[in-house]
């Protein structure tokens, strides 16, 4: 297999005096898209922040294209991790064009043309000259992930970018994510467990820190000790190809 994009090798993380993340190593391939699954608080954003370097583990590291994260200049990394937070509001209520060309890293030069169609890869080219505030929230969540990669990032961490969307939306952003080029991995939380069935190569699984499962969605997703992670227990079935859960009792 190629080398990974990214590893993380015995992850911690304090805080709050508690271990929230405890000996987490991972790794994420070029081509790869892979769901980070798991219930609330399970320290999924916590773990997503260490990946993206926003914050420091108390105890192992994580290798951007084998190289440690902390010795790549941060222009550098940044043009390499496109990271995408649960939620965001910039300072100023600039419009979506000037969001976008902030994301392009373009200044002011990026010609319209372009912005026209970045925007329309998102379904928000009439949305160009309107104001963060006056989007909606669907609108948001679709112009921070344009923004995001709109300089094509090679690695992206995502904090449940579908938070927002519509069915919709959400499959038409899970088939964006998918088209991006091969050379290209992600990683995106996720709480619908049947779009990570549909659409990911891989999934992991955190618990009170700790990653307890990884491996193909059919499989994973099919085991019980699932039902147990999320105190409830799942109805399943294949359908077309795929494994679709749904909520029994809980
Ligand atoms: N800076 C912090 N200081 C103290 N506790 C924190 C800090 N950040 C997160 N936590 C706690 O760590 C646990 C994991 O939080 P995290 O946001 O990583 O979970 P999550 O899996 O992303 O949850 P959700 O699905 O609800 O978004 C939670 O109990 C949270 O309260």
Redesign the pocket.
């Known amino acids: 297999m190629s080398q990974p994009l990214l590893r993380a090798e015995g992850l911690c993380w304090d ?2 005096g ?1 271990r ?1 993340v405890e000996a987490v190593s991972l790794a994420l391939h070029p081509g790869e898209m892979v769901g980070l699954l ?11 922040r260490l990946l993206a370097g926003l914050t420091t583990p108390t105890a192992g590291r994580v290798l951007l294209q084998g190289r440690p994260l902390a010795d790549w200049p941060m222009p550098l990394r940044a043009r390499r991790i496109g990271y995408l937070p ?1 939620s965001f509001a910039p300072h100023w209520d600039v419009t979506l064009a000037e969001l976008l060309r902030l994301g392009a890293g373009r200044g002011d030069t990026a010609a319209p043309a372009d912005l026209r169609s970045l925007a329309a890869r998102y379904g928000l080219e009439e949305r160009l000259a309107q104001r963060w505030s006056s989007l909606s929230g669907g609108e948001r969540g679709r112009a921070l992930l344009a923004t995001v990669l709109a300089a094509e990032p090679p690695l992206l961490l995502a ?2 970018p579908g938070a927002a969307l519509d069915v919709a939306q959400q499959w038409r952003m899970m088939a964006l994510l998918r088209a991006r080029p091969k050379r290209c991995a992600a990683l995106v ?1 996720l ?1 619908d467990l049947n779009l990570a069935a549909r659409w990911c190569d891989l999934v992991l699984v ?1 618990d009170a ?1 700790r990653l307890v499962m990884a491996g193909h969605p059919s499989d994973v997703l099919r085991d019980p000790r699932l039902d147990a992670i999320y105190g409830m227990s799942f109805g399943r079935v294949m359908e077309a190809g795929y494994l679709r859960l749904w909520p029994q009792e809980v």
Do not use: C, M
């Open positions: 805080a709050g508690r929230l798991g219930p609330n608080g399970a320290g999924k954003s916590s773990l997503i649960q904090d449940e939380v709480h955190l820190g």
